[in-house]
């Protein structure tokens, strides 16, 4: 099990451009979380996400950022017309329980994203 | 709104001296508290949880409800535990995530 993977690892864009981040979970985990991590800051939840289904996006930004995971393929994290605040490291997490909070989450490597 | 706080952004001791590392939070109702890990270029993982009152790589934490805390503890330092560690608190399905304490132990 090669674990939860992201790509890019490193992804960087101009103000404006769109940034596409991917998170495949670990084999068998069907519940995926996604967080971004300011400079010295801790990671902030964004969005909770099951198969063709989002369950929680509170953590998200009204604009400019979206989030799916269909049934075929990884997860997406888009963010329109990035800005540079959007710099930050983002991070993918999956789990294998109903309840995630009761279940390991698994971490993925992360993607770092600098807007220029 | 529910809150981590991990006041020390860095410790830093020497090997074979205890080390703590603290965390407290703000819930009003029964939290299930997580410390994760990550070591130099590695991911992050989860070293440990309350509820399952274990001993990892002689790490324990005990939940303290009187002091809202959750100190991360470890009697004798080496030096592969110099890490980044951060202290989590569950809400729902949601982690809250403390800012992170840098860990070094010097030889």
């Known amino acids: 099990n090669a674990g939860v993977m992201q790509n890019p690892r490193h992804l960087v864009r101009r103000r404006g451009q769109e940034a596409r981040l991917r998170c495949s979970p670990m084999k068998g985990h069907s519940h995926v979380y996604w967080y971004r991590q300011l400079p010295e800051e801790g990671l902030k939840f964004m969005v909770y996400?099951?198969?063709?289904?989002?369950?929680?996006e509170s953590g998200m930004p009204k604009e400019r950022f979206s989030a799916e995971f269909p049934k075929e393929g990884p997860s997406i994290l888009r963010i329109q017309q990035v800005v540079r605040g959007d710099s930050a490291a983002y991070f993918c997490?999956?789990?294998?329980?109903?309840?995630?909070?009761?279940?390991?989450?698994?971490f993925g490597p992360g993607t770092r994203l600098t807007v220029l | 709104a529910q809150r981590v706080t991990q006041p020390e952004k860095l410790l830093s001791v020497f090997k074979g001296a205890p080390v703590e590392l603290k965390c407290n939070y703000s819930?009003?109702?029964?939290?299930?508290l997580f410390w994760y890990v990550q070591y130099s270029r590695q991911r992050l993982q989860l070293l440990l949880r309350h509820i399952s009152r274990e001993s990892i790589k002689g790490f324990t934490a005990d939940l303290n409800k009187g002091e809202t805390s959750f100190h991360l503890k470890k009697p004798f330092a080496q030096e592969e535990d110099s890490a980044m560690y951060y202290c989590?608190?569950?809400?729902?399905?949601?982690?809250?995530w403390g800012a992170g304490t840098k860990l070094i132990i010097k030889p």
């Open positions: 997490a999956s789990s294998t329980s109903k309840d995630g909070s009761n279940s390991e989450q698994f």
């Open positions: 989590a608190s569950d809400s729902n399905y949601q982690l809250i």
């Open positions: 996400l099951q198969k063709e289904n989002i369950i929680d």
């Open positions: 819930y009003s109702g029964s939290p299930e």
